[in-house]
């Protein structure tokens, strides 16, 4: 048996978020069935945390524990073959059994962009179009909050 660490790129716009769901598709469900098709074995893909419907990210991880022997180097590959065009494995590699994608996260990043100027189609999905005046005085000054490491352990559901 067999850890592996799988970075993903994905753009969410027609997808529900990340986990599985019995009434709507998902990235998770997506790769799982790319892998099945792969390895002929439906090993659960853990994610390093869940999405929103629609939320879009450049280096995703995920880990997947298999038996099967296929290179790490042809997995990508193979996936990139079998994925649909919005979502691509960028990286694949072994990692120590223990390793698990949402409890050995170390940091996420979150980028957000606006576009003030001349309104861009293609970006319509990936930058907030505004074109009003920001107030950047004020937005630097609220930004004192964001900044820093933040604890979010009470946004978690604690077992009972």
């Not at 790319?34 to 280096?59: L, P, Q, Y």
């Not at 290179?71 to 649909?84: Q, S, W």
């Amino acid at each position: 048996m067999r850890n592996l660490l799988l970075t993903i790129s994905f753009d969410g716009t027609a997808y529900h978020g990340w986990q599985v769901q019995d009434n709507a598709i998902t990235i998770q469900q997506t790769l799982q069935d790319a892998f099945e098709k792969i390895c002929s074995s439906r090993d659960n893909v853990v994610g390093c945390s869940r999405t929103d419907a629609g939320v879009h990210a450049n280096m995703y991880c995920c880990n997947i524990r298999t038996e099967n022997p296929i290179a790490c180097e042809k997995l990508v590959g193979a996936l990139n073959a079998i994925l649909p065009r919005d979502i691509a494995a960028v990286d694949c590699k072994e990692v120590d059994f223990d390793f698990h994608a949402r409890y050995d996260c170390k940091s996420k990043e979150y980028i957000y962009k606006i576009n003030m100027g001349m309104y861009n189609p293609i970006e319509k999905d990936y930058v907030f179009q505004y074109n009003k005046k920001l107030d950047i005085p004020e937005m630097e000054r609220a930004l004192k909050y964001l900044e820093g490491t933040h604890d979010f352990k009470s946004f978690v559901k604690t077992d009972e």
